[in-house]
């Protein structure tokens, strides 16, 4: 099996930063795709952005310009440093990542989400 352990969240006010970090663990032969996704309040969840092997990035029209997506390669992990936080970027973050495992195809994981609250 395959964990994501998502950490970095918490309460952050208007125009501060953070980093969120999710780290891939477990039966692993290769990670490709990894990202972050959020989902706000009665909101559907949307991309924040994402990072292939090859290192190509995308990002939300919501978070473009304020974050940046990277990943470490030798550790699994993939890191959403955001900064001019603002209210709206209150949700859930969730990580995403396509792992191929020893014994089975490519399938896709999700973490268990982080808290990220902005105060104005």
């Known amino acids: 099996q395959v964990q994501l352990k998502e950490a970095g969240g918490g309460l952050v006010q208007a125009g501060g930063s953070l980093r969120l970090s999710c780290a891939a663990s477990?039966?692993?032969?290769?990670?490709?795709?990894m990202g972050w996704y959020r989902q706000a309040p009665g909101k559907q969840r949307e991309l924040a952005a994402t990072?292939?092997?090859?290192?190509?990035?995308r990002y939300g029209d919501s978070v473009k310009g304020r974050a940046t997506i990277s990943r470490d390669f030798e550790k699994n992990t993939v890191y959403l440093q955001m900064n001019s936080l603002k209210p709206e970027d209150t949700a859930v973050y969730y990580c995403?990542?396509?792992?191929?495992?020893?014994?089975?195809?490519?399938?896709?994981?999700w973490g268990q989400g982080t808290q990220v609250a902005v105060s104005s």
């Open positions: 477990g039966n692993i032969f290769k990670v490709n795709t």
């Open positions: 995403n990542a396509e792992v191929m495992t020893w014994n089975a195809a490519p399938s896709t994981y």
């Open positions: 990072i292939t092997v090859d290192s190509d990035t």
